[in-house]
């Protein structure tokens, strides 16, 4: 089994995580979760997106946050954004990092930009240019690679199609998401694959929900398939718009469990991503899809007899 | 990617899901339950054990149980035991079929059976005499293969000293157990490997809990090691007596998502097997861990848009 010594985690609980949650977390809350995690190591972080306070009011006071984000060596902070607009408020609040984001699916891009993917990798052109002029470090997540709630199944000569606009714009650092939770660790080591050979100059990172239980199922294809990077979400929040009540993100102590598990290093201190979840679930009150956070680790089971 | 293009499901629910519930069925639901596993094409179902009452009252009447069980083409039935008179009353309840098991670490073993594991193994040799002078079908379930919550990790060597002990007394299938959610992906794949290699004569099947959300992805392993034998139960009944709220067994559901979306064949109808979860969930009272009870197949989300 082709497995990596070491992993890289992108924290995107601030964003993917909370964007949908009915409690409105304060910004003192929101800077206290980043705080926890940085000191936990997951020192890459998605603060927040730069989108329209009406579509997500949730993430409307991203721009504050980011004066209040810990300032320590290593640590790498992003926000999401569709376009240049995006980009600036992400700048003027002092990110040296954004995330631009496009659906590799025609049905789920129209939906969520009014453009189709062509259309929308066009208008990149302003934003990318603008980011290299401004020393802005611009990575791409190309939602949807996996399957669509509006189109299905997304053929990977659609995702390849998107890929390379995005390649031939410049950008070299790019994810893979299963937004809609619909894909399976077959597809993903095969995707993984073909994309790497078709672009063997992007850095890849994976992005998954657990919705259908396959999260961590998923991670070990893409582990297999040469990734090593991948998005999760503190106390495994998330959710899937398109099935309410399902799980979320993977749950970021659960992927760091297994790592720790098989050996595979991930720089994060699990103990302090547990207290990490724990918090969270005492400021949504509640609990979401973490299983870590229920069963414990497996030498915490030990000890108690 | 080394996968199977066809798998066994061993459907526990009866047994390992319904044994720590605290609503307890009626002879009518389990057998209801058992008649709808039939009909979705779970024809391999662990009907319930044959203990002490008292140590586990739920499955005092499997005895009864077993006249009730539907007579269809291809379907096997059997009972989980212990000893010889749990074999006996399988034989007397008219099952042709009994999974004899026993602890690969000494701490379980000697606390679920008061026995070392190399003395249980000795007491099977009159189970195993009498289950072929009067034809009963035996396998053999090996539980904390993967770790002990009162020894912790078991070493490979352990449990290659049990599974020789049985394989000594004629044992040719065997069921590897994470009873205790502690598994990995690599040491599942490790371990099958492994065991293959020292018993090429014994056909296997893996029994794992999704307590740390690593169910479908310890899965995934040992089928790429070639197993092709599982065991699941409905709607993820199961749970973890060591985690109070923790996951139970992998949902049969999720198990077979997980193979239709990856073209695995299991002979299971997905939309039955979803009803029949939705049924366990009505008479327990109550969900459990299953994923796609929750999110739907990945074909219902794409019709409802």
Known sequence: ??????????????????????????????AELIQLSVDAGLKNVEVGSFVSPKAIPTMADTDQLCALLPQ????????????????????????KACELTISASRGH????????????????????????????????????????????????????????????LGMRDLTLADTTGMANPKQVYEYSCRVQELFPDIKWTLHFHNTRGLGLANVLAGMQAGITSFDT?????????????????????DLVNMCNEMGIETGVDLDKCIKLGYRV?????????????????????????
């Not at 990575?139 to 390649?167: M, R, W, Y």
């Open 72 to 95: 320590v060596e290593g640590a790498k902070y992003r926000g999401l954004i569709f376009n240049l607009k995006g980009l600036q408020r992400g700048e003027k609040a002092g990110l």
């Open 233 to 253: 979400a503190y106390a495994g929040l998330g959710g899937c718009p398109f099935a309410p009540g399902a799980s979320g993100n993977i749950a970021t102590e």
């Open 109 to 168: 891009c129209l939906a969520n930009m009014n453009k189709t993917p062509e259309d929308a990798v066009q208008s990149f052109k302003e934003v990318i240019e603008y980011a290299n002029a401004n020393n802005i470090y611009l990575n791409g997540a190309v939602a949807t690679v996996f399957g669509c709630s509006i189109d299905g199944k997304v053929p990977f000569e659609q995702v390849a199609s998107v890929l390379k606009a995005l390649h031939t």
């Open 1 to 30: 089994m082709n497995l990596p010594k070491k992993i890289t985690i992108w924290e995107v609980g601030p964003r993917d995580g909370l964007q949908n949650e009915k409690v409105h977390l304060t910004l003192e809350q929101k």
């Open 281 to 305: 679930e005492e400021i949504i009150g509640g609990t979401r899809s973490s299983s870590i956070l229920r069963a414990g680790k497996c030498s915490d089971i030990v000890k108690k007899h």
